[in-house]
């Protein structure tokens, strides 16, 4: 199957588990544990040949993917797992620069058995992360699955309608080192810089939120 094809199923798959609810218990998805130097990290996989690769949001981890993983077709392998820092993956690192984190993606990557032209998906951050990874390594994917990814113009376009107050909070927050010892202020300044190169990106969003309250309401449509 090609990254296109497992990226319309993938989403497909997304949007009925998040409008379902499907929860519970992971059928014919197995934990991994894999070491890289003095890193170790935890992964979900499917039995099958292994397609697309599922990066969770800052501050979540891979449990929130076996809804997706159990009910993946048959001829669609996947994997997610927890990046250093989150979840049962250790040890959680210091802050570090762009190549570091990259660097660090690509072995885990590789150990799990991804090489050339799978499907990665991004759920938050995550969808910004892996922006940024085709980026650098354009050889290495087939295509992108964004899913309610953050974006470097969230910022910009959110402050005109923040209260004084949280806007100096957020923004203090994205400044300092996150879980994957990234800042992310300086996240979106390079991504500002960039351009995606060219490979099938799908998105997959909700277009309502019940009990959305507060000052983003207005930006749920």
């Known amino acids: ?12 798959l997304l949007a ?15 934990e991994l544990q894999i070491t890289i130097g003095d890193v170790t990290v935890r992964a979900l996989c499917t039995d099958r040949p292994r397609d697309a690769l599922l990066l969770h949001d800052v501050g979540s981890t891979s449990d929130s ?10 001829y669609v392998g996947a994997c997610a797992y ?18 570091q984190f990259l660097d660090e993606l690509r ?25 940024m990874y085709v980026i650098d390594r354009p050889r290495e994917l087939g295509a992108l699955l964004l899913v309610d990814p953050s974006h470097e113009d969230m910022p910009d376009r959110f402050a005109a309608g923040m209260p004084e107050r949280e806007r100096l909070e957020w923004i203090e927050q994205r400044s300092v080192p996150n879980l994957d010892g990234i800042r992310k202020v300086s996240l979106d300044t390079r991504l500002r810089r960039l351009r995606t190169p060219r490979v099938p990106v799908t998105v ?12 983003n309401s207005q930006f749920i449509s």
Not at 83 to 97: L, Q, W
Not at 115 to 130: E, K, P, Q, T
Not at 204 to 215: M, P
């Open 1 to 12: 199957m090609t990254a296109t094809a497992t990226a319309a199923a993938v989403a497909w």
């Open 16 to 30: 009925v588990a998040t409008t379902l609810g499907l929860m519970g218990a992971p059928r014919g998805v197995h």
């Open 65 to 74: 993917w076996p809804p997706v993983l159990e009910r993946l077709d048959e």
């Open 82 to 99: 927890d990046r250093r820092g989150s979840g049962m993956s250790v040890p959680p690192p210091s802050e570090r620069g762009w190549y």
């Open 107 to 131: 072995h885990v990557h590789r150990t799990l058995g991804f090489d050339r032209d799978y499907l990665l998906v991004g759920h938050g951050l995550g969808g910004l992360y892996a922006r």
């Open 204 to 215: 997959l969003t909700a277009a309502q939120r019940s009990g959305s309250e507060g000052w």
